[in-house]
């Protein structure tokens, strides 16, 4: 008796374990380090097959992976439909590697964004020709190729075909046989692979829509900004991990090849998410009650930390005012009608702040698409939002 191998599926972009469960709530495919870490422990050292339709996805999530495969106790083999950007890290971590006749293989460079001065530049591409090192080896280590061979490779954008994959290296031989060889044996692949039309969310804008979609669904502003985030994910304009344009602006499915549905439309398509999407807004509720205690516990203890910079009316009417607000935010406002003493704390706040070297960091994701967010903005907005009463 022939033992069935367990299979494991990869299929669509590779994506943090936080952002996993939003795709499957939309019914998209996507796939997280976690997915396949629960597929090897299912497996329990057993040998598996990985089946791969992936255009790729966030490159340190591959690198997890990566390291998942190399480490299996069981021999593992891997199946490829499409496998390109990050997703070919997981063939090349695989003992073997067999590709569909209809296969694509394609690798590049590390892709990442960032803005600012020469230095900024100069620092981004330095980080990306490192996190250029780390696939360099793992296609090294697969093909035997010199690291000059792979980067001339990377930097073309090189997409390759079964034949060509095979001669590179990359791929060990055909699930099927040679098709250019005659075989009694049919074709038993389900479906032919035209081309990748992933929709693929951006880190960003997937924590956007699960904070969204963890609030009570009767918040008719909510589901508004949900429709209006909804209406903007697009689909990439070629199949590798290119960088998307997302939330520039809704467009229609006619002009843009847009995707909008309402809340009630994604329920409808996946009626077991209504249970899901309720356990998960009860647990929201009693999380975001917990840290409502500790937020508020947080504001007074900042009021109480410059009540004697600013006077006892304004310290009362920020505590429990009707628009009550914390203590950066009076002392901004004090700071604005003239007091002294708040504009002394700023200064402070401000010499506290370059001493501890916090606008040196930054954040961002190579090959996610993402570029360094400024912190002073994300704090100005914040101040206005806090001055106009939201």
Known sequence: RIRKLKKINIKGPIVSNSAAWLYKYLGWDAASPNDLRDGLEEAAGDDVVIEINSPGGVCVYGYEMYTMIMEYEGKVTVHVISAMSAATLLVCAADEALISDTGIFMI??????????????????????????????????????????????????????????IENGFIDG?????????????????????????????????TALMKLIMKSADNK????????????????????????????????????????MSLDELIKNDPE??????????????????EGVDAERNRIKSLDAIS????????KDAKYGENPIDGPTLAYQAMVKGDKAATAYMEAAKKDSEESGVGDVGTGKVDAGQGKTDESDEMAAYINKRKEGK
Not at 276 to 290: Q, S, V
């Open 308 to 315: 004697g910079t600013v006077s006892a009316e304004a310290l």
């Open 108 to 165: 590049h460079n590390a892709q990442s964004s960032a803005d600012g001065d020469y230095r900024d530049m100069q620092m981004e591409a330095d980080a990306l020709r490192e996190f250029n090192a780390g696939l360099i080896n793992a296609y090294v280590r697969k093909t035997g190729k010199s690291r000059e061979e792979i980067q001339a490779l990377m930097d073309n954008d090189t997409f390759m075909s079964p034949k060509t994959a």
């Open 174 to 206: 055909y699930m099927f046989g040679d098709p250019d060889k005659k075989s009694d044996e049919p074709n038993s692949l389900a479906g032919k692979i035209v081309a990748s039309d992933m929709q693929i969310i951006s880190e960003d804008k997937a």
């Open 273 to 290: 998410a209504q249970a899901e999407l309720e356990t998960r807004m009860a647990e929201a509720r009693a999380e975001g009650r917990t």
């Open 221 to 260: 502003e909510d589901i508004k900004e949900l429709e209006n985030i909804l209406g903007t994910v697009k689909e990439p304009k070629n199949m590798g991990e290119k960088k998307e344009e997302i939330g520039k602006k809704a467009v229609s499915d006619k002009e843009e090849g847009g995707v909008k």
